[in-house]
């Protein structure tokens, strides 16, 4: 597991209840690993927003932002969040419409006792860390 540099970040990690921190941990190590893995990303800042843990591309800014965090209204979930103002959801609707549950223009949800389909996951990741740069490159 990949240490924490940000103790604020870690705090808010330790307060989650064990089975949820377990899924968002792993959400977490999928982030970094796909920032890693994803040309032209480069280091991923972990920070807080909206008191949840949050991912940025500020070396590179090549993405939009990802959050992670517990589903307040079931206790039983968990989401990975977008920005709300871009097309990732919709993109992943069309490209992935069995594989996920999603809520609304903003987020996919995952209870804790689902399968997470990871290499679904890891594309919807990497689309969202070069969101920007695809977005430029493409007009």
Same mark, same amino acid.
């Given at each position: ?11 808010? =990690?330790? #307060?989650?209840?064990? +089975?949820?921190?377990?899924?968002? *941990?792993? *959400?977490? +190590?999928?982030?970094?690993?796909? +920032? ?19 991912? *940025? ?11 992670? &965090? ?10 990975? =969040? =977008?920005?709300?103002?871009?097309? *990732?959801?919709?993109? =992943? ?10 809520? &609304? ?13 990871m290499d679904a996951l890891k594309i919807?990741?990497? #689309? ?9 490159? #493409?007009?």
């Open positions: 597991m990949r240490s924490f540099s940000n103790s604020t970040v870690a705090r808010i =990690f330790d #307060a989650y209840p064990p +089975a949820i921190r377990s899924k968002l *941990l792993t *959400l977490r +190590a999928l982030i970094f690993a796909t +920032a890693a893995n994803t040309a032209g990303v480069g280091e991923i800042e972990e920070t807080l927003k909206w008191g949840e843990p949050a991912y *940025l591309t500020i070396q590179s800014r090549s993405g939009s932002t990802i959050r992670i &965090g517990a589903k307040k209204s079931n206790p039983t979930q968990y989401a990975i =969040f =977008f920005n709300c103002k871009t097309d *990732l959801i919709e993109t =992943f609707r069309t490209l992935f419409p069995d594989e996920f549950q999603f809520d &609304g223009n903003r987020a996919i949800v995952f209870d804790v006792a689902d399968e997470v389909p919807c990741i990497a #689309a969202t860390l070069t969101y920007h740069r695809n977005k430029t490159t #493409a007009r």
